[in-house]
């Protein structure tokens, strides 16, 4: 869900980004053929402040305004780094 977003988002003119929490993946392909920027964080460490202020700075370096979590863990995991990105909107699916 998130990929065909991303892309389509990108083919109406917006830019977009996707960031994995865990792991890349087949879906990589997709969206490096479609000109879609994604981050692999590699897995996730609610405990490490690293984790949060490396997904702030992602955050902040892509300007990003909406940040779109898939499922409850994303969304806990993603928090501290929008609050810290200063991101000022999310949306939960």
């Given amino acids: 869900m998130a990929v065909d ?3 389509g988002l990108k083919t109406r003119g917006f830019r977009s980004a ?3 929490l865990d792991e890349g993946g087949v ?3 997709p969206l490096a053929d479609a000109g879609v920027e994604y981050v692999v964080l590699h897995g996730r460490r609610f405990r490490d402040p ?6 702030a700075a992602h955050f902040r370096r892509l300007d990003a305004r909406v940040v779109h979590t898939h499922r409850f863990a994303p969304l806990l ?10 991101v000022r909107r999310v949306v939960q699916t």
């Fill in 27 to 29: 879906l990589e392909g």
């Fill in 50 to 55: 690293r984790f949060h202020s490396t997904l």
């Fill in 5 to 7: 977003l991303a892309i």
């Fill in 77 to 86: 995991h993603s928090l501290p780094g929008v609050a810290l990105g200063g």
């Fill in 18 to 20: 996707v960031v994995a």
